[in-house]
């Protein structure tokens, strides 16, 4: 999540405790990660820095930052010539770097959205998942030069390569497939179905199988790879893996596969013997990619949204680490009584008020533990704040810029929805599946809901005096009557419902569906979506403007937010922002302006509604 203004540099300090190391690292949102087994050094691909950092596995400290090009999100040692190759995901390249001298060598254009990449010993080539083009791009290591370009599935993203059978694996996000590529023709030999949202790849040669994780199903699939198809599929009890499994790794010592659960913060590690998960160990914020460091039998795990590495003991199977980046700027609310915005920074555990008139930040106030949502209050003056990781709401005054309550809530409390007409919020408990609503007159909890798997967001609808709730992991909208608190309808959505906001010029319900790359609209008399828009990709929160009767869509993967008319339900235009925009806030009244966090650049855009465009950013600091 970051932004249109200088990245600033700030170190990350991460304290490995069980290694009895310090990292200082400075990156923004690590996206990928290699292990370079010939000099002993971790490569990790800093997506909101635009660099690569290397570490040495030894003492785990940072030898130097690879400026390479614009969003890195893949990486790839070449062992055989001691390169490290680093997909560029905005620049449409990949960059080169000699892992003896760590300078870019070269830099070699391919198709858009570069991410997966892997290196192929058999043929010395390079092959490039392009996941907005649908094609594999295939170079040679050596020389750089294209050898050619296959057309592959919807939206590939990860890619490895099986050494048994000399064939590329790609996953394909959008169709829910693998496509198996021979090196030697470069052709699709097979197309192998899986599970729903397949996003990571892992070969275990002991067995002879590829792993998959599918992210929206909470799997993971097991390919045999002298039959191609699929002779497995792993989880829980409860039928899931974890929430939003990404990335994978072997570990050639213990022959456990390691699983990145983006959404739930851990991995697991699963026994290529029994299939069975024999281990669970707690990350940072959003664990993405995974490498395995065969000299120190040690895992290595990029946490992309808290910008921290776990350094997992696989002896052990435990991991320890305690991090610190930025403010990491998240939710954010407009407070109509003063003219300020607050703004929610979960790393530095503050709220920061700025005004709308300087665009400064006029005070920063102690929060709780990880805080996320915010909410203002008009009818007692106040901004609620969820603490995600306290399991309570923040209560701020806003004469005082102060702390005047704090309530106990559920686990994983996320975001929250003012219902002013019965002067209630409605939190929502991600972590425990649950809605709680709080009073504001007493800011005590007054009612516990049980909603779908994984909530997201929650939205109020004056118009039928109902609280829309969207359930992430389970595609659905739950409707809750606000005068009984009873779900009355539940209604299906594309894939990860995220984001919400009301339109009350139309009495709509405008939905962010995160992994359909699309906003769905909702008729608030049926219940039924009448429309399903396209935006950028992987939306995240929006925001409704009165003034303009536009929709503002934070796109977190396409560096934009979309603007979307409510009189046509067509896409306006994408205003280019910093890169994983965020959370969104409306400032009314005669500047028209929206205010949109980066919290990987620890900064606020600020839109013009009039111009749609950038018209400043403000820098949030840590203290």
Known sequence: MKILIPIFAITLLFIIQNASAVIETPTTNPFAVAYDNTKGEIFIANQGTNNVSVINDTDNTTITIIPVGNRPQGIAYDYMNGEIFVTNGGSKSVSVINDTTNQVVNTITVGINPRGIVFDPHTSNIYVANSNSNTVTVFSSLTGIINGTIPVGNNPQAIRFDNARNEVFVTNFKDNTVSVINDSTNTVTKIIPVGNGPSGLAYDPMKSEMFVTNKIDGTVSVINDNTNTVTSIISTGTGRVGTGPIGITYDYKTRNIFVANSLINNVVAISDTTNGIVATMSTGGDPFALTYDSSKNETYVADDESNGLTIINDNTNQSMQTLHFGSYPQGISYDYNLGEIFVANSNANTISVISNVTNGIISTIPAGNHPVGVVYDFGKGETFVTNSMGGTVSVINDSSNQIISTIPVGNGAVSLAYDYGNGEIYVVNQGSNTINVISDNTNTVIKTIKVGIWPFAAAYDP?????????????????????????????????????????????????????????SIINDSTHKITSTIPVGFHPQNMIYDSDKNEIFVTNFDSVTVSVISDDTNTLITNIPVSTHPFAVAYYPGNSGEIFVSNPLSNTISIISDVTNSIINSIYIPVN
């Open 463 to 519: 118009h039928t005096n109902e609280v829309y709730i969207a359930n992430s992991a389970s595609n659905t909208i739950s409707v809750i009557n606000d005068s009984t608190n009873v779900i009355t309808s539940t209604i299906s959505t594309p894939a990860r419902p995220v984001g919400l906001t009301f339109d009350s010029d139309k009495n709509e319900m405008f939905v962010a569906n995160n992994f359909d790359d699309s906003v």
